[in-house]
Antibody, heavy 120, light 107 residues
Framework: QVQLVESGGGVVQPGRSLRLSCAAS????????VHWVRQAPGKGLEWVAV????????FYVDSVEGRFTISRDNSKSTLYLQMNDLRAEDSALYFC?????????????WGQGTLVTVSS | EVVLTQSPVILSLSPGERATLSCRAS??????LVWYQQKPGQAPRLLIY???NRATGIPARFSGSGSGTDFTLTISSLEPEDFAVYYC?????????FGGGTKVEIK
């Protein structure tokens, strides 16, 4: 069955960096786009970034553009999110989610999330 | 950016009642509207894609309709497991955006 397992979250000071990982299994990872979606405590969902199946096309929400980098290693079936210059407003539960296709731009399977807290 | 406005914010209903949730887009998004359900402590679950297509395994009591800027998610007869938060999402323009959510709570 499809599984997505995020890791790498934690408490980090403002301005520091963190790298999230998402290990995928149960499907051919290289055939699908993959997203990061976040949810601040008690708040709604916010789409963060997507990387298409080809690994070349990447898109970000404006608030993270230039600070976050999404990448993938198809040989390891793993998605990454490198987060630099973290801010308090980046504190959230970060979900990894599979695109329904190569670039359908919506998500059919989700991980359980990894929590990022940015605080001094 | 396409802004999605969901209403009502909270919907208080009893099991067996019909739920009607609205999602309005700030500009036309054709039929590229998706609905998710999220229960406390869980990841979102895909319900409806492209406005009216049920995802795999979603019960027939869930239906979606609309196009352009106005969309509706209908739950024909609420089951106890349907009390949750529902989000809409558009996939037409960058950045992808979600609505603020509608919480369906037990009356």
């Amino acid at each position: 069955q499809v599984q997505l397992v995020e890791s790498g979250g934690g408490v980090v000071q403002p301005g520091r960096s963190l790298r999230l990982s998402c290990a995928a299994s149960g499907f051919t990872f290289s055939n699908y786009g993959v997203h990061w979606v976040r949810q601040a405590p008690g708040k709604g969902l916010e789409w963060v970034a997507v990387i298409m199946s080809d690994g070349k096309s990447k898109f970000y929400v404006d608030s993270v553009e230039g600070r976050f980098t999404i990448s993938r290693d198809n040989s390891k079936s793993t998605l990454y999110l490198q987060m630099n210059d973290l801010r308090a407003e980046d504190s959230a539960l970060y979900f990894c989610a599979r695109d329904r296709g190569a670039s359908a731009l919506y998500c059919d399977y989700w991980g359980q999330g990894t929590l990022v807290t940015v605080s001094s | 950016e396409v802004v999605l406005t969901q209403s009502p914010v909270i919907l208080s209903l009893s099991p067996g009642e019909r739920a009607t949730l609205s999602c309005r887009a700030s500009q036309s998004i054709a039929s590229y509207l998706v609905w998710y359900q999220q229960k406390p402590g869980q990841a979102p679950r895909l319900l409806i894609y492209d406005a009216s297509n049920r995802a795999t395994g979603i019960p027939a009591r869930f239906s979606g309709s609309g196009s352009g800027t106005d969309f509706t998610l209908t739950i024909s007869s609420l089951e106890p497991e349907d009390f949750a938060v529902y989000y809409c999402q558009q996939r037409t323009n960058w950045p992808l955006t979600f609505g603020g959510g509608t919480k369906v709570e037990i009356k």
